[in-house]
């Protein structure tokens, strides 16, 4: 049995997918923009709008289109297992060798990456990052990246040999406290790029505090982070577990928004904590894990799935390329309908907090600058918003806080 046709049809069927997606992306500019968000551009920015939407979409489907050809020559060509060949045999070089050979083929993307950030954000003013920093954290990037896949593949070569058959099971619970410790991790891990300072004593500190005490939720700290180093878009999370949580509010959210509209911003994401939201992404996440693990026990169990590429026997870097571009990318739009529609709800539910709190009309205001920043698609097709956003529309989002308030 030769898997490599079925394997190239299913890949392509994946970027053809993501290629109708983005031109449906592309027509959504010519969406008339809704009246309750008239107001969010004036003529001129909604023009340099259209012209960055465009840009950015026919950027992304060339850069798309690159990718997929070197992926599907790496592919059918057997070039994971000729390189893997130069490679010594022990299970862990071969692994090790498709990983590396995965991270060097992304390193052929670095031209395209540099003119989206050097070049069309430059031109519309969203980029920061100077050449250092971009080559520093392209490094970064490509290091912790290996790091990371290396890792997994560690992992699931390890869990099989140990498990077999229970490696479904053992994967799905594995990967679920991985990406547990990552997100714990992940405090420590933005450290490596950003640098974070306690929120300056004062009127805004003592709001904020004030709404937390108010609703019984305990925070270790307040940060903002130097985010401006990079972008002039901004945000604010919650990361971390428990009373170890750190709240971060991006420098430029601190720096472009009213003290109010940083409350509301700050009430938005308190709705998220309250209703335990992050914890249900989690559980979502182990379901997917799952999958995942059922993905990696058919593939490893398919001798076919190796030799049809060229390799003698299993190889686990190649097997999680398999699963991840190829099984995985092909299920997970539907994968992304479920959790795009419960993450939709769920900032519905964190607006309603902010209005509860008392700050819908500066959420409101607040949003609207937001969209301004990040140069939100104020009309995008109803099908886009269905399969892939994760927030509903500015839009809609104001007619549910007017409902509510
Ligand atoms: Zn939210």
Not at 128 to 148: H, N, R, V
Not at 255 to 277: N, R, Y
Not at 351 to 372: M, N, P, R
Request: aromatic share 14%; with cysteine.
């Amino acid at each position: 049995m030769n898997l490599k046709v079925p394997a190239a049809i299913l890949f392509s069927a994946v970027y053809l997918y993501n290629l109708i997606l983005s031109v449906v992306r592309m027509r959504s500019a010519k969406n008339p923009v809704p009246a309750n968000v008239a107001d969010v551009y004036d003529a001129e920015t909604y023009r340099k709008w259209r012209a960055y939407h465009a840009e950015k979409s026919r950027f992304g489907i060339l850069s798309a289109t690159v990718s997929f050809f070197i992926e599907l020559f790496l592919l059918v060509c057997n070039i994971y297992a000729s390189f893997a060949n130069l490679f010594p045999k022990t299970v862990f070089m071969q692994m090790f060798a498709v990983m590396l050979l995965s991270g060097l083929a992304s390193l052929l993307m670095l031209p395209f990456s540099w003119y989206d950030t050097m070049s069309i954000e430059e031109r519309y003013g969203f980029n920061k990052s100077t050449s250092k920093t971009f080559w520093a954290d392209q490094i970064k990037e490509f290091l912790i990246g290996l790091a990371l896949m290396t890792g997994i593949g560690s992992l699931l070569m390890w869990a099989h040999q140990a498990l077999g058959d229970w490696l479904i099971l053992a994967f799905a619970i594995l990967m679920t406290l991985f990406a547990l410790v990552i997100s714990f991790l992940y405090p420590v891990l933005s450290r490596i790029f950003n640098k974070f300072q306690p929120l300056e004593d004062g009127e805004l500190k003592e709001k904020l505090y004030y709404l937390l005490e108010k609703n019984g939720y305990r925070v270790r700290d307040i940060k903002v982070m130097d985010a401006s180093r990079r972008t002039t878009k901004s945000n604010a999370y919650f990361s971390g577990f428990g009373r170890m949580k750190t709240i971060v509010l991006f420098d430029t959210l601190v720096q472009s928004m009213t003290p109010d509209e940083i409350c509301a911003v700050f009430a938005h994401e308190l709705g998220h904590g309250l209703h335990k939201d992050t914890l249900k992404n989690q559980i979502l996440s182990s379901v997917q894990m799952a999958v995942l693990g059922v993905l990696a026990w058919l593939t490893l169990r398919t001798a076919a799935c190796f030799t049809s590429f060229g390799f003698d026997s299993v190889n686990y870097g190649f097997a999680i390329v398999l699963i991840m571009s190829i099984e995985f990318a092909f299920i997970s739009p539907l994968f992304g309908l479920l959790v795009n529609y419960c993450s939709r709800k769920a900032e519905y539910r964190a607006d309603a907090q902010a209005v509860k709190e008392g700050y819908g009309e500066q959420l409101i205001s607040a949003l609207k600058k937001l969209a301004k920043q990040n140069y939100a698609d104020l009309a995008p097709s109803p099908l886009l918003v269905m399969l892939e956003y994760s927030h509903p529309t500015l839009s809609q989002r104001i007619k549910e806080i007017e409902n509510k308030s």
